[in-house]
T-cell receptor
């Protein structure tokens, strides 16, 4: 069965520093991987996805993610964090079949300090 | 541009009561989903639909029913609410590229 793991409940980073939010996955076949962000009292918003091609995927708000097949990882990154990036981040993998179901990780809270 | 709209936003129920959560999307999407979000557990899929008149079970379907009588609407029902169903419920629709989420319904069952 497809699954994702987000090993960190919370990541703290100072504004202006680079940030990384970790995600590892387990899939059978080719992985379809996603990152979503949730701001307080809001629904999730799409950030980026990997289906095939370049291992470095660029997304919204200056975020990018690096797909690493050998390490089965899909870490979210940003070169310079902003206080406004503080939110809950979810990694997700597409479940098998043709239903577009996503299996989500447990989420990582990113806190960016001024 | 409304996107995905969920009603109500908040609700408090007593154990054993029933209620229906409504999700409406104006993007003409075929696929729709109901998730619940609980602390430390992320989002878990309750039920989903791949088109009008079709529904299917997700990861945690017990205690819930759904209906998709119209393409734009996806209803989630709780026939006899239990405290374990206290959660935040999110509806989403898909354009086959990504999911679009509503702003959620916070449900407390006392």
């Amino acid at each position: 069965a497809q699954s994702v793991a987000q090993p960190e409940d919370q990541v703290n980073v100072a504004e202006g520093n680079p940030l990384t939010v970790k995600c590892t996955y387990s899939v059978s076949g080719n992985p379809y991987l996603f990152w979503y962000v949730q701001y307080p009292n809001r629904g999730l918003q799409f950030l980026l996805k990997y289906i095939t091609g370049d291992n470095l995927v660029k997304g919204s708000y200056g975020f990018e993610a690096e797909f690493n097949k050998s390490q089965t990882s899909f870490h979210l990154k940003k070169p310079s964090a902003l206080v406004s990036d503080s939110a809950l981040y979810f990694c997700a993998v597409k479940a098998g079949g043709n239903t577009d179901k996503l299996i989500f990780g447990t989420g990582t809270r990113l806190q960016v300090f001024p | 541009n409304a996107g995905v709209t969920q009603t109500p936003k908040f609700r408090v129920l007593k154990t054993g009561q029933s209620m229906t959560l409504l999700c409406a999307q104006d993007m003409n999407h075929e696929y729709m989903y109901w998730y619940r979000q609980d602390p430390g557990m992320g989002l878990r899929l309750i039920h989903y639909s791949v088109g009008e008149g079709t529904t299917a079970k997700g990861e945690v379907p017990d205690g819930y029913n759904v209906s998709r009588l119209k393409k734009q609407n996806f209803l989630l029902g709780l026939e006899s609410a239990a405290p374990s169903q206290t959660s935040v419920y999110f509806c989403a629709s898909s354009n086959r590229e990504k999911l679009f989420f509503g702003s959620g319904t916070q449900l407390s069952v006392l």
